[in-house]
């Protein structure tokens, strides 16, 4: 059972390039989750998607857009990748039971935007 | 909109010293609360959750926490620490609506425990 699994784990782009960060749960979650953690701000949320069909935006969603592909699949695209971009992304999903939430997380990907 | 406060950005403790994390939080509707883990160069893992029933959870490692409601708080304990236990700590909040399930988490509180 893999959890969930983000793709690439590292990453550098120019300034002004573009990339997917790709995510997938095999737990049959609804929702999925991108947040971004930079030192002393903790994980602050992109991104995230109640059900399959939906998204809705996060704390810091500008120069970011996402797709939920299907159940699975959550990904997160930076159109022109920028300096300020440069922080580990963690892709997670949560589970619903009897009225309580529980987050999993991916392992992360760092990037850095030069 | 929900926010979430956590008190201390770095704690130092020597090994068996008590242990306590603050945090609060604004929300004024139904709440799940969590405290996360992460150690050096992991991605995070639940620690504990609260999202009814008694007040004081208990999680795994020996830690607990107490939430409480008319402090908005959900304070993260452990009567004694151990080195294996340096890491960075984060508080969560899940504002439960109809609309969705929305997690916002706190700033972290990095640990570091001298052996």
């Known amino acids: 059972n893999a959890g969930v699994t983000q793709t690439p784990k590292f990453q550098v782009l120019k300034t002004g390039q573009s990339m997917t960060l790709q995510c997938a749960q095999d737990?049959?979650?609804?929702?999925m989750y991108w947040y971004r953690q930079d030192p002393g701000m903790g994980l602050r949320l992109i991104y995230y998607?109640?059900?399959?069909?939906?998204?809705d935006k996060g704390e810091v969603p500008n120069g970011y857009n996402v797709s939920r592909l299907n159940k699975r699949e959550f990904s997160l695209r930076l159109e022109s990748a920028a300096p300020s971009q440069t922080s580990v992304y963690f892709c997670?999903?949560?589970?619903?039971?009897?009225?309580?939430?529980?987050?999993?997380f991916g392992q992360g990907t760092r990037l850095t935007v030069v | 909109a929900q926010s979430v406060s956590q008190h201390n950005h770095h704690v130092i403790l020597s090994e068996a010293a008590s242990l306590e994390l603050g945090c609060n939080y604004s929300?004024?509707?139904?709440?799940?609360l969590f405290w996360y883990v992460q150690y050096p160069g992991q991605h995070l893992q639940l620690l504990l959750k609260?999202?009814?029933?008694?007040?004081l959870v208990k999680g795994i490692k020996g830690f607990e926490a107490e939430f409480i409601k008319s402090k908005f708080s959900f304070n993260l304990r452990k009567p004694s620490v151990q080195w294996s236990d340096t890491a960075e700590y984060f508080c969560?909040?899940?504002?439960?609506?109809?609309?969705?399930?929305?997690?916002?988490f706190g700033a972290g509180t990095r640990l570091f425990v001298k052996a």
């Open positions: 997670a999903s949560f589970s619903r039971e009897r009225g309580s939430t529980e987050a999993f």
């Open positions: 609260y999202f009814s029933g008694d007040p």
């Open positions: 969560a909040v899940t504002a439960v609506n109809t609309g969705g399930f929305k997690t916002i």
């Open positions: 929300y004024g509707g139904t709440v799940n």
């Open positions: 998607s109640a059900s399959e069909g939906t998204t």
């Open positions: 737990m049959n979650h609804n929702s």
